[in-house]
Structures are given as C-alpha cells and as structure tokens.
C-alpha cells in the first residue's frame, strides 16, 4: 500500500499528552512527510491546521462540506423518539455511544490509536450503530461519504489525515504506521503544558502552572507568546490585571509570524484586559486589530465584537478563551 494513515483524535488531541498536535508533527517527521492528505473534520480551527501549518507541512484538503447530512443525522433521534421499537433502538445506540466513550477516556498515545483493540471498538461501534439504527440518514451518508473519500485517495501515495472513526473503514487501501518504537519528544511536552495550562481546573497550583510556563522558551508548534497567553489568563484569572497585560503586549508584539490562530486570541484577551483596566481606548484597538486579521478563532472574533459593542467587566469566572 502507499497510503499510511494518521489517526485524528479531534478535540482529545489537547487533552492528551502523549498524543497532542505536536506529537502528530514529531511522528510526520519521523517519516520525512512533508505533506498530508486531509479527510478529518473540516474544521477550520482544527489544532492541528496551527501546528502542520507551523511546521511546514502541506496540507491537501479532501474535505467536503457534509454538514447538511449531520444535520440530518441529528434530527433523525426525535423522529424514532416518537415510537416505542425507535426509542429501544435509540436506547441501543446510548449503550454503544457509552462504551465508545469509555474506550476513549483512557490517555491517547500514538500506540492506542493505532492498537487492534482501539480500532476493533470503533468498528464495532459503526457496524453495531448500523445495526440498531438501519440506514437512517447518519449511516447512510456516513457511507456515501466515505465512499467518496476512498475513490479521492485512490492512486495516492504518502500520509493521510484521517480521522480515528474512520480508519477501521480505510485499511483496506491505507496501512497502519508502525509506531512501536516511538515516543513523545519535547515538542509534545511543550504542547502539552500550554493545553492543560488553557484548561484550568478546581485545585490548580496556578502558581506552579504560571511558572512552567514562563520557564519555557517555546518553539516553533507552541511558541513563547502561546506560553505567556497561557499565563495571562491565569493571571487574569486570579484577577492580577496588571502582569496579564504585559505578558499579552508582550505576546501581541511576537505573534505577527507564529501559528493563525494564535494572534487572534491574543488580541481579544489583551482588549478584555485593558478593559478591565479602564483603559478603553487601548481596548477598542486591541479589539479592531483582532478583526482585521485574516484568520481569527469564532470565540476570539465573537469576544472582540462583543468587546466593542461594551466594555468588557471582569466576573469572578470568566472563562479563558
């Protein structure tokens, strides 16, 4: 086969350590991949679009937009809600979504991804889903659209973003990477401390968390001005208003070359900063220089126009971004 396929974990890639975006770039270089075949999520803010993009590596988008059928797929659940042989199915499918679930809770390495006992689960899960649920219009443009994946990726040679859900379906043309002897590098360990470090929970040693990260020189996937927006909104956090504010001017002045969604972030956060300052007229530039970039994250531009709107007043948990 000249297919090797990189599974795509989604959203679990910033909760999982040894298995982050940063990882996915260490194992591409392994390989001397300098491009991939995309057929994941067509997320735009997909954390991995920020750091192949950082690294070098081409993207080749085979994505299509299927939104309309997930759509449907979503409506699908009410209309067998309304009959008692539909709710039992509907019953079915919650016991597989549960044990998909639980197989996906334990940490993610590259070795669990690509393990027959992970991939075995996920096939069952779509044949059992399948199963329980007929052709309803999820299984039934779940197939249409992988059919079309397969005949796009026929003749093609090299590495291919897929994700995890889909693998099982594409090992017919694609193999598995042999990941035995990998191991995280120090990239992923810096991708790792800015994910958990964004994602603060009850009984956090901020101070700790704060000084790993201003320890840290960055790198090309996870940059010093990541880090110090990472402290930043810890410090905001704790309402140290001040020492946010120059950790983001600081970053804002570092971010023009680093990964697209970086900037956009940075900006907002530094708007809500000044506000909460009073400084408003260094807020609403904040703001504006967020909106004109070429690419801004969904929650930076909406904090941005909504910081424009009115000024942004501090509450005790306002979330980072």
């Known amino acids: 086969m000249n297919l090797t396929v990189l599974p ?6 910033r909760l999982s350590p040894q298995y982050n975006s940063a990882t996915l770039v260490e194992l591409l270089n392994g390989w001397a991949a300098r491009s991939v075949y995309w057929i994941s999520a067509a997320d735009p803010e997909h954390p991995a679009r920020d750091a192949f993009g950082a690294a070098g590596i081409e993207i080749h988008d085979l994505t299509s937009d299927w939104r309309w ?3 449907e797929a979503t409506l699908f659940p009410e209309f067998l809600s309304q009959y008692p042989q539909g709710r039992e199915r509907l019953r079915a499918a919650a016991r597989l979504d549960e ?22 689960i996920v096939g069952e899960y779509h044949a059992g889903r399948r199963e329980v ?10 197939g249409r659209r992988l059919s079309g994946l397969r005949g796009q990726l026929a003749g093609l040679q090299g590495v291919v973003f897929a994700s995890l859900d889909d693998v099982p379906d594409l090992l017919d043309i694609a193999r598995l990477p042999d990941v035995s002897a990998f191991a995280p590098g120090e990239r992923s360990r810096v991708r790792a401390l800015a994910d958990r470090a964004l994602r603060l929970e009850e009984g956090d040693d901020l101070e700790a968390l704060v000084a790993a990260l201003l320890r840290e020189g960055g790198d090309m996937i996870t940059p010093k001005a990541e ?4 402290a930043a909104n810890i410090y ?3 309402g140290d208003l001040a ?22 972030l940075v900006l907002a956060r530094l708007g809500q900063v000044r506000d909460a300052l009073g400084e408003r007229e260094a807020a609403r530039r904040a703001y504006q220089a967020a909106l004109a970039l070429s690419f801004i994250p969904q929650v930076a531009r909406e904090t941005a126009e909504q910081g ?5 007043e501090l509450e005790p948990d306002s979330p980072p971004l």
């Open 133 to 142: 649920l007929g052709e309803g219009p999820g299984n039934a443009h779940r």
């Open 69 to 71: 059928a997930e759509d």
């Open 227 to 230: 880090l110090q927006y990472a």
């Open 308 to 312: 424009l709107r009115a000024p942004f």
């Open 8 to 13: 795509d974990i989604g959203d679990l890639l």
């Open 99 to 120: 044990t998909l679930r639980a197989a996906l809770s334990v940490p993610m390495t590259a070795q669990r991804v690509t393990s027959p006992e992970l991939l075995g």
């Open 243 to 264: 020492s946010a504010r120059d950790l983001l001017e600081g970053a804002a002045h570092a971010v023009v070359d680093h990964p697209r969604s970086l900037p956009g």
């Open 236 to 238: 905001l956090a704790v």
